[in-house]
């Protein structure tokens, strides 16, 4: 170790003695220190075959630099090599097969040095600086000023680090910063298998990376300063890694007055110099502070306990759909001769997460403060398959989540723990998350697989490294703990760790690093979700009949079940070129040795496209690209609001929740995505969003019965409405009655089956099922509904509606859109509201829309709030299935 450089990145131990280094070891964390600033902008790089130089020369600010090109960080090489137009797009056609991928290249083709000149002086007598890495993929040498920071090559993705460079640092304020950047080793072999050839998951690194079925390769397998660089400047006392526990106990509601939280705190502190240092440290929530006195031996870092606080009256977090997420921003400070050696804050939302087993579903059942809560959730797999982080980004796809009424983002094994950012953004909109750590069935051996290099009893014991993993596991647990949203923790997906791994998780990290939330060892083990039908423990994942959902039991608590999310016109034209804009073609199985099969594009199939077989034909060929997106989107919504709907209503019968497989893409992929990697939303986000209401009517399909599902905690008196349309606009009311239903339950009303059969007999009809309370609208569902041959032959040849649409600023950046259909006229059936760029007519991203893919009885109105940060005059465009495209200015 040398002198001027005290380190805390961990070097390997065995695992047997490595809890109690674990307990104190890794890097501050948690909104802002005292001052902290990010080291972004100005980095350059270059590939280390062109650079003679070794780091410490490399680093020596009087050296020029030369030949090197601006880089991006945090970043990877890839990244940077687009931003410097060296590579094309890989997420646009088959750019990607231009791009030399490292397994044929070799490592040495995507090593890079980055460096960064920064200033930043000589601290004072008794202040500390910081140098800190949130993540660098995969092993990394550090220089500063001519020095080598790290003794031994630094390896793991998920790995923090930090190096004291107060002694470092040159006089002048003039630094460099030096890093060479090497890829995972082994790379894995992108042939085509789930995870390549499975060897990628012999690192401590993502899995997808060599390929997965819903995404090509990734050239450089993520090599880079992925994640964010910071400075930190501190006294004598550097604070790391505080830990806000909050227990509430008994049952609550939201609002009104509230009984007491309790709240348990405790820090590392990390003293860096070489004498005692005496102090307080201090903890403050809502104007109220508890504190304890410590003194720090040198060179040591002391877990502190502060003592337990008593909160009155709290202001309680519940995910979304439940109640308010209310976050209080704590801080917690070190104060020394009555000065503040260092501070962090700390963004706090009191609640308490429960799990029980139910014993009618054989399912684990999840409650927050003390009320159970029906899961409904999507499956994440990283915001940019490149990396290309960012809160903003993070901000809007959980909005876009909590969109979706959903009220949990499962984290898939095969990608990162996420980031900070990531779990701000779910704390603010009241997303529940479960946080699967790094393994996969198919590349760590669940499955036998001819594409695997190594036999399935070898990659049970991928990584090759199980002390990294831990050390990894144990930073990363302390990076993310605090957040309220974080439910969940989860061991692998499809798969646990190596036993011994698993052991060590179970029976010392968790206890020890967080011990408030209940650790699944692999996503579809038996203790999350039994496994009744003897099959895999989740799925299916293709598209499926809309009455499967509510004829079919399948798994309790199903992790992963999924389907098609083909995007519009719009949305495909921005990956896939003119030429390949060519129709899908389903061919029918001509017996049971010749099988349907879809015959589609090359450039289709190379962004994953999956089929919607014979769900688009009941609509009428499709003439065009252009029209089968457009048919497509009325399967998607169909599908997805169907899906939740057989869920929900089994809720605590069948059910204690589901997890779409999946709702977000990070890239340009033609399969499971409520919305494309570009934020625009399909129509599955919006089926998803009817289905997923909190209070809400649906009409059963297998028995006719109109059906009522109560999320809440209290019991309604609310008024059912039911209306039939047919495809000239004339209505019949079958049912119009008052109903009440319990807190958190379901409840079914007198079916009407044979009403509506014979409604829809010859060219089908619309179904309008509406939920009053009083003059306030709950809920309002709208199917159409096929004829008794399963054709949708009336919305094939539906008249023009002559819905028009006015559009109104009531905020900052939030429109109000109301669409009218005047009466004696047909529904307008199904209509796209988007906000376009006044020249182009292209659509603005990202939007929010409170309804999307509306349909509007005669003589009525809708109301669609839309909500966008662009800038300049936008307008607002409408275009449904029997109504004309129009444009109108924002007034």
Known sequence: MKEAAYKLALVYKPICSLIALLLVAGCCIQASAQT???????WVCAPVTTIKADGNLLSNPALPLTGMKPAVVPGTVLTTLLQNKQVPDPFYGMNNEQIPDIYTTGRDHYTYWFVKDFRETLPADGQQVWLQFRGVNYGCDIYLNGSRLNDTTFKGMYLRQQYNISKLLRKDGKNRLAVIVYPPDPVGNPNGGQGGDGTIAKNVTLQYVAG????QPIR????????KVFIEKTGSINIQNPHVVTVVPGTRKPGGLQQPAMIHVSAELLNAGDKTISGKLRYTIAGVSISQRVSLPANTNTLVRLPEMIMRNPKLWWPAGYGAQNLYVSKLEFIEDGKVADMETISVGIRQIRREWNGTTLSSQFSVNGQKIFIKGGNWIISDAMLRLSAKRYDAEVRLHRDMNLNLIRIWGGALLERPEFYAACDKYGMLVFQDFWMSGDCNGRWNDPRKLESRQVRRQYPDDHGLFIRSAADGIKLIRNHASLAIWCGGNEITPPDDILKVMKDSLFPALDGTRYFFDY???DSMSKNILNGGGDGPYTIQPTDTFWKFRTYPFNSEVGSVGLGDYESLERFIPKENMIVPEYVPAVSSEIKAVEKVDPVWEYHRYIGYENYISPYGKPSGVRDFALKGQLVNYNQYRSLMEGFSARMWDWYTGTIIWKTQNPWTALRGQMYDYYLDPNA?????????EPVHVMYNPLNGAPMVVNNSFE?????????????DGRSTVLRQDNIEIGASAVKDFEPIKREVDELKKNDGTFLSIRLMNNKELVSDNFYWLPNEQQQYLGLQHIGQAAASITARRVGQGKVQVTITNPANGTVAFFNRLSLVNAQTKKRLMPVYYSDNYVSVLPGEQKKVLLEYEANGKPLVSLQGWNVKEQFVSIQ
């Open 212 to 215: 997965w079925d819903w995404i």
């Open 220 to 227: 450089d397998r993520n090599t880079g300063i992925w994640d």
């Open 715 to 727: 019991s309604l008196k609310l008024q059912l409405l039911i209306t039939a349309v047919d495809m």
């Open 523 to 525: 996503s579809n083990s």
């Open 36 to 42: 902290r600033y990010e080291l972004k902008m100005g």
């Open 684 to 692: 599955c986000l919006y089926g998803l969003r009817s289905g997923s």
